[in-house]
Nanobody, 122 residues
């Protein structure tokens, strides 16, 4: 079973950048597609981005397309989310997890990691 730990969040001004990391344990990490999701206070969790096992295919929510970049380093068991041109509406707790069979939706997992808080000030 893979365990995931998110990091890299923080407070940034609008227009700024952050890079999130998701460190995975387990030897099968490179076999999994991975995704990033976020949940703003009082809102449902939503899909942000996904990447296939090799990094050759990516998919983004319309709200982040052109601003965020998902990538992975299988040698380091890590997936990244480079966030540029941040907006106040990007403020949320960000989680990584396998994206499920249908990219773009939020899988119904019983457990999510602790996530990492991203706050964008205007």
């Amino acid at each position: 079973q893979v365990q995931l730990v998110e990091s890299g969040g923080g407070l940034v001004q609008a227009g700024g950048s952050l890079r999130l990391s998701c460190a995975a344990s387990g030897r099968t990490f490179s076999s999994y597609a991975m995704g990033w999701f976020r949940q703003a206070a009082g809102k449902e969790r939503e899909f942000v981005a996904a990447i296939n096992w090799s990094g050759s295919s990516t998919y983004y929510a319309d709200s982040v397309k052109g601003r965020f970049i998902i990538s992975r380093d299988n040698a380091k068991n890590t997936v990244y989310l480079q966030m540029n041109s941040l907006k106040p509406e990007d403020t949320a707790v960000y989680y990584c997890a396998p994206p499920g069979t249908t990219w773009g939706k939020v899988p119904k997992y019983d457990y999510w990691g602790q996530g990492t808080q991203v706050t964008v000030s205007s």
